[in-house]
């Protein structure tokens, strides 16, 4: 494996878990304003994105390599005021992750490397489902506006979003 290619996959597991740490900074405040529906679908999404990081980790392991675990950043949307802007800078991440996972595939082809091209085809599948998602509920929020028992209502929806390991090797071995 090149130096630019664990390079860019280090860069995307701290990516991920840069991911997570958002979206459980996201439940956290939704729980402390009393939406808790929406504050474990958060956490959910943190346990995805945590599982998402995992998968490059395995990646690299399996290729003999070490993945180096980088500082994360503080998530400074945590301090966004309402849900309709929570939801929206999550899908403005997306779609940034989005764009990662594009530039991975790309060095992946460029360096021929078939075993991280085919690897990253689950991510690009999956980035359009969380892009899916996040536009779903904004979309919802939009219409219900302030109204509080429909904002009641879609709480009570998120509620029931179950986890599910998510990640390559999800099906396979859950554990990384
Ligand atoms: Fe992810
Ligand atoms: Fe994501």
């Not at 992750?97 to 999956?126: P, Q, V």
Request: net charge negative.
């Amino acid at each position: 494996m090149t130096e630019k290619t664990k390079e860019i996959i280090n860069n995307q597991i701290n990516e991920e878990f840069y991911s997570a740490y958002l979206y459980l900074a996201f439940s956290a405040k939704l729980e402390k304003w009393g939406f808790k529906g929406a504050a474990n679908w958060m956490k959910i999404q943190a346990q995805e994105e945590n599982d998402h990081a995992l998968g490059f980790f395995r990646f690299l392991l399996e290729r003999g390599e070490e993945p180096e675990l980088r500082a994360i950043a503080k998530p400074e949307e945590a301090s966004l005021k309402n849900m309709l802007d929570m939801f929206s800078a999550g899908l403005a991440h997306e779609k940034h992750i989005t764009a990662c996972i594009g530039k991975i595939y790309e060095l992946a082809r460029e360096e021929k490397d078939y075993a991280l091209e085919s690897f990253t085809k689950w991510y690009i599948d999956e980035q359009v489902e969380e892009e899916a998602n996040a536009i779903e509920i904004i979309d919802k929020l939009k219409l219900i506006g302030d109204n509080g028992s429909a904002v009641y209502m879609l709480d009570q929806e998120l509620k029931a979003r179950m986890y599910v390991p998510s990640g390559p090797y999800a099906t396979a071995n859950t554990a990384a």
